[in-house]
């Protein structure tokens, strides 16, 4: 099984020092929204979130879209052999239903993860597809942890580490869970508290890859691993 976190991802509604702003007041008023339940979004909010603490890792929620939509609804996926969840800014953890079907347009992305944020799930009822789970990120991987599992960190400046190494860390069984985290953020590192949870760290490269580049990557090398096709095909 592999268990994927994005890690300290770039997903927050619009913070009470810019709610105020008429620019942010306007865009709410054209979405109908309050500001408060507006997704942070460099591409809208850029020019006033230059006023934020670390505005620069923060508004970029089509990180986590493109991620989400490497991964999910993939073979390995399908095959009940893949969990994912995301682990935001202030600490909070949304568990995804691998069953979730994203929307194909950015757009109504963006409105669904405002309902989650705003509401703590998605939908407000029924199945969830999307919730907000009690439980911090040590608690999360504590909770996937098993005595033989493998946990990962990919990050810059890690043990160098090519695709056929990185099929050589994973377990030829599907039984043995994987943990796997991807910061899903667009620059700056990743906090150490962060680091520390993660027993191995590896470089994919000798460049930094996009966070949905490394998702595919890892999420491929572990479906050859644990022989994804050769099931499907039997
Ligand atoms: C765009 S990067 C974030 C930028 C940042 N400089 C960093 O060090 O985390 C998104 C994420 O992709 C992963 N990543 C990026 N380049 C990587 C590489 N060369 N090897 C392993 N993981 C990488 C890391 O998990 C990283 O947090």
Not at 29 to 36: A, E, I, V
Not at 88 to 111: A, C, H, K, S, T
């Amino acid at each position: 099984m592999l268990h994927l976190i994005l890690l300290e991802s770039a997903l927050e509604l619009v913070p009470s020092e810019l709610t105020k702003l008429k620019r942010i007041q306007q865009h709410a008023s054209r979405r109908k929204k309050k500001p408060t339940e507006l997704l942070l979004d460099q591409s809208q909010h850029g020019e006033a979130m230059v006023r934020l603490q670390d505005n620069l890792r923060r508004g970029r929620p089509d990180i986590v879209y493109l991620s989400l939509l490497s991964v999910l609804e993939t073979p390995l996926c399908k095959s009940g052999l893949l969990t994912v969840h995301l682990h935001v800014r202030d600490g909070r953890i949304i568990e995804v239903n691998p069953e979730v079907r994203l929307p194909r347009n950015y757009d109504r992305f963006v409105g669904l993860m405002e309902q989650l944020l705003v509401e703590g799930r998605v939908p407000p009822s029924g199945d969830s597809l999307l919730h907000i789970i009690d439980m911090n990120l040590g608690q999360l991987i504590n909770s996937l942890t098993a005595e033989d599992s493998v946990s990962l960190l990919a990050i810059e400046g890690g043990t160098r580490t090519t695709i056929v190494d990185l099929e050589g860390l994973f377990p030829d069984d599907s039984l043995t869970p994987v943990i796997i985290g991807v910061g899903a953020f667009p620059y700056g590192n990743l906090n150490a508290d962060t680091k520390l949870l993660f027993a191995n760290h590896v470089e994919l490269d000798s460049e930094v890859m996009m966070a949905w580049h490394v998702c595919s990557e890892v999420l491929w090398a572990y479906s050859a691993s644990v022989n994804v096709a050769k099931e499907r095909f039997a």
